[in-house]
């Protein structure tokens, strides 16, 4: 899973940044990294906050069930910033859920450019999925690495499966769906998200056609039947 999104601890609020002065400010907080380049980037850092709590709706219902929750799986490893596509043919899942959030590089990363380190992404999570011809690919500047499974009679199959997502498309059917609900009261998936965050959730999940891009995925269990790796020059 991805790293934690940004939540203001007691008495260090938007309005009031740095005022919990028990413990300063990290060096890779959105605040400090906006301290140390100027009122514009923490603008910038400070909008990105701001939109996790207003993910669209058109945009999470569109979206992908490959997924990975922050906090769901205790996973915390800083991103390389590198995003990296995710196709599938089909995706079914039980348990589905999804949230808004964000997440963070190391600090000093040469992948961060303006972004100040951190990228807003949809969480989602499913709680068991099966992928028919599962396809991953890394642009590694010239060549590919390529992933591939699932593609015989075996389908690749995963628990608790997390993505941290920018992009996603595919055609989706949802059973009992609920849209709108708070994060930190999703049951669907055991994984809770931020309170005051936008989210929703449905009993199963069934995407055609699936394409993602990712910059954080995990798993409980992922079984990739068939595994292929190797350099291309072309992606999925």
Known sequence: MASSPDVPSTGNTPENPGSDTSSGTSS???DAIGSTSGGERRGRVRARRAAVMAVPATLIAAGLA??????????????SGMPFTVTATELNGTGFEQFGGLDNMAEGSPNAGDSGGQVLIVTSAIKHATLTKLCQS????????????????????????????????GDAAFNNIEIGNDASTLTKAGVKGPIGVFSQQADTVRIAHLRQT????????????????????SGC
């Open 66 to 79: 490959v997924l990975t929750a922050q906090g769901a799986l205790g996973v915390q490893f800083a991103i």
């Open 28 to 30: 890779g907080s959105p």
């Open 214 to 233: 990712n910059y954080a995925t995990t798993a409980g269990v992922f079984k990739l039947p068939g595994l292929r790796l190797r350099f291309s020059d």
């Open 138 to 169: 890394v642009d590694l500047g010239g060549t590919n690495l390529l992933i591939t499974a699932g593609s015989g009679a075996e389908k690749v199959s995963a628990t608790d499966l997390t993505t941290d997502s920018t992009e996603l498309s």
